[in-house]
């Protein structure tokens, strides 16, 4: 069973820098998994932000490679988005999702509200 | 990018019913294409990938069809649980993208 939670601050000032984590179930780290965030906003739909593939290489969206980061700690079953110099624009439910491939996204968490506003 | 046009933004039809959605990309994307479903406050579950495989666990009644540019979501007979917005997503490419997505109500 793949079980996915997001967590971290609900709330962020302009100009500083979200971070949510992602709690994944043992199955989910699998070695052969990908893991990654999506947010979804009123304004702009779905939008992929970046992927880690298990072979150790992130993918990232370019309209934000320059702020974000995607990691993993298998340790502590858990990856990490990372976005920085936040704007009313980043404002959006943020989801974590895993799967067995870079296609497509098969588990999703139940998603986290993340404003952006001073 | 890829962009994605869904047709229609909504529907509404009756139990029973036989639903189709259109997905057309920008450019042609062969067979690499996926569709999800979103009921409000959940995120969303993907149905189909590959542009007609359907996902394990997901009912017969969705069927997927389409390659190169233009791809539909069948619902062949509406369910009560099958209401929420439906999305496409492109694989082909990155960065992966979706559609604007479908809003499907029961009458």
Same mark, same amino acid.
């Given at each position: 069973?793949?079980?996915?939670?997001?967590?971290?601050?609900?709330?962020?000032?302009?100009?500083?820098?979200? =971070?949510?984590?992602?709690?994944?179930?043992?199955?989910?780290?699998?070695?052969?998994?990908?893991?990654?965030?999506?947010?979804?906003?009123?304004?702009?739909?779905?939008?992929?932000?970046?992927?880690?593939? *298990?072979?150790?290489?992130?993918?990232?969206?370019?309209?934000?490679? =320059?702020?974000?980061?995607?990691?993993?700690?298998?340790?502590? *079953?858990?990856?990490?988005?990372?976005?920085?110099?936040?704007?009313?624009?980043?404002?959006?439910?943020?989801?974590?999702?895993?799967?067995?491939?870079?296609?497509?996204?098969?588990?999703?968490?139940?998603?986290?509200?993340?404003?952006?506003?001073? | 990018?890829?962009?994605?046009?869904?047709?229609?933004?909504?529907?509404?039809?009756?139990?029973?019913?036989?639903?189709?959605?259109?997905?057309?990309?920008?450019?042609?994307?062969?067979?690499?294409?996926?569709?999800?479903?979103?009921?409000?406050?959940?995120?969303?579950?993907?149905?189909?990938?590959?542009?007609?495989?359907?996902?394990?666990?997901?009912?017969?009644?969705?069927?997927?069809?389409?390659?190169?540019?233009?791809?539909?979501?069948?619902?062949?007979?509406?369910?009560?649980?099958?209401?929420?917005?439906?999305?496409?997503?492109?694989?082909?490419?990155?960065?992966?993208?979706?559609?604007?997505?479908?809003?499907?109500?029961?009458?």
């Amino acid at each position: 069973q793949v079980f996915l939670q997001e967590s971290g601050p609900g709330l962020v000032k302009p100009s500083e820098t979200l =971070s949510l984590t992602c709690t994944v179930s043992d199955f989910a780290m699998s070695s052969t998994y990908n893991w990654g965030w999506i947010r979804q906003s009123p304004g702009k739909g779905l939008e992929w932000l970046g992927t880690f593939y *298990h072979g150790g290489t992130a993918y990232y969206n370019p309209s934000l490679v =320059s702020r974000v980061t995607v990691s993993l700690d298998t340790s502590k *079953h858990q990856f990490s988005l990372r976005l920085t110099s936040v704007t009313a624009a980043d404002t959006a439910v943020y989801y974590c999702t895993v799967g067995p491939n870079l296609y497509y996204f098969d588990f999703w968490g139940q998603g986290t509200l993340v404003t952006v506003s001073s | 990018d890829i962009q994605l046009t869904q047709s229609p933004s909504s529907v509404s039809a009756s139990l029973g019913d036989r639903v189709t959605i259109t997905c057309r990309a920008s450019q042609g994307i062969a067979t690499s294409l996926g569709w999800y479903q979103q009921r409000p406050g959940k995120a969303p579950e993907l149905l189909i990938y590959l542009a007609s495989d359907l996902r394990s666990g997901v009912p017969s009644r969705f069927s997927g069809s389409g390659s190169g540019t233009d791809f539909t979501l069948t619902i062949s007979s509406l369910q009560p649980e099958d209401f929420g917005t439906y999305y496409c997503q492109q694989a082909h490419s990155f960065p992966r993208t979706f559609g604007q997505g479908t809003r499907v109500e029961i009458q």
